[in-house]
């Protein structure tokens, strides 16, 4: 019996992950627990660069929930020293750094958002700043033995810009070291991270095996396609669901996607069980559920989970009536603008887009509104009035431009 659950377990643990390595660390993790109730640590690090989480990074919170039911205790690690360097991951150029006090802001912002999805009873909040403030150039000059210049070229992305001659700095080499070293301190039995942050997490095993402590479980994670079912979720790409916007707008957000992307997010989002993943899916290719219906529950899931569930009806609502009727929403966000104020300005400013970039690209689709009338003038500007700005058929702003 015991085995079976631990091996039930393990599936659940597994599910839509790219890779597991050290494998045998997570197993005789599970086995301690369901023998004798000894709990284990899963450490995921969370530099705070921005203020918000969205779905993607929901990815990770999701499958820690997951290790919390089997006994895991999350070292939720928030990495406000190493976001004062910036993670070099993925960056054709070095990162601009933060001042302490927007890592301070953004790292709060962090803590009242996982305990949506994370039990609070099974949830250690780290900062690594309270081991790295004290390790000192002697310490760090002894992690930089640990690896060679060679070695970190071997990196995809250091060594496409050190190919194209584009600048490294010294403290993107530290940053995979410092990383590694926050599992020697916190000792973690598992880390968990995104297919994209292999390196930095292998860098943890290395650096345990070095510093003589038991090497921990790698696990990485895919990287959640946005809304446009191309490009990995992103905030500066507007492909986003964000877990702290209103649930009309999340709710809203999610029924837009594409079906073959619905699969893809149930797997890995939803707390469904892959069989009633796979009964559902199968549902839907008989014909016996409509595509619009399942989609409706992923949304409806999802938005319970971030607002609770009567916001999430009142949001299924909302958005019943403005689509079937054409409605306005009831509820508006406003913004204030002085007159003239260019069209630009006013999408972006009232958070309708999150780039002029983008702007283009919404205006180029023909689904950039203003009082239900399409916008095809970049260069448009707004003289005082009140107006309903508009992108598709989800976002809506009441804008007011006065008078100076």
């Not at 890779?19 to 004798?36: N, P, T």
């Not at 690690?77 to 070099?88: C, E, K, N, Q, S």
């Not at 403030?133 to 002894?142: C, D, S, V, Y």
């Amino acid at each position: 019996m015991k085995n079976a659950i631990e091996n039930r377990a393990l599936r659940e643990i597994e599910r839509g992950c790219v890779e597991v390595i050290g494998k045998e660390r997570l197993i005789e993790s599970l086995d301690r627990y369901h023998s004798g109730g000894v709990e284990w640590r899963v450490k995921a690090g969370f530099d705070p660069t921005a203020a918000d989480l969205h779905l993607g990074h929901a990815v990770l919170l999701s499958k820690l929930a997951v290790m919390q039911k089997h006994g895991a205790i999350v070292q939720f690690l928030i990495g406000d020293f190493t976001a004062t360097i910036g993670d070099p991951t993925g960056k054709s150029q070095t990162r601009k750094t933060l001042s302490a006090e927007e890592v301070a802001q953004n790292a709060k912002t962090y803590e009242e958002q996982v305990f949506k999805v994370l039990d609070r009873a099974r949830t250690q909040i780290v900062f690594n700043s309270a081991w790295l403030n004290t390790l000192g150039a002697g310490g760090l000059i002894a992690l930089a033995r640990e690896q060679s210049v060679a070695r970190m070229l071997e990196r995809d992305d250091f060594e496409k810009r050190y190919r194209s001659q584009t600048p490294i700095a010294i403290s993107e080499f530290i940053y995979p070291l410092l990383q590694g070293y926050d599992s020697v301190h916190l000792k973690s039995d598992v880390e968990l991270g995104g297919s994209d942050q292999k390196f930095n997490l292998l860098m943890g095993r290395q650096l345990q095996k070095s510093f003589n402590v038991p090497q921990q479980t790698v696990m990485t994670m895919p990287l959640l396609e946005g809304l446009d079912g191309v490009s990995k979720m992103s905030k500066s790409l507007g492909n986003y669901v964000g877990l702290t916007e209103p649930p009309e707008t999340m709710f809203a957000k999610i029924l837009s996607i594409s079906d073959d992307l619905m699969w893809r997010w149930y797997e890995l989002l939803s707390a469904k069980s892959l069989e009633e993943i796979a009964a559902l899916k199968e549902s839907v290719r008989c014909g016996g559920t409509h595509p619009k219906k399942a989609k409706e529950e992923l949304a409806i899931e999802m938005t319970s989970r971030y607002h609770g569930a009567a916001a999430a009806q009142k949001a299924r609502g909302e958005f019943d009536r403005v689509h079937s009727q054409n409605a306005l929403p009831e509820e508006m966000e406003e913004s204030i603008f002085t007159a003239p104020v260019w069209i630009g300005k006013a999408f972006v400013e009232a958070g309708l887009v999150a780039s002029t970039s983008e702007l283009k690209r919404v205006l180029q689709s023909r689904s950039m509104k203003l009082n239900g009338e399409t916008i095809d003038d970049f260069k448009l500007e707004l003289q005082a009035g009140e107006f309903v700005a508009q992108i598709g058929r989800r976002k809506f702003v009441r804008v007011k431009v006065v008078q100076r």
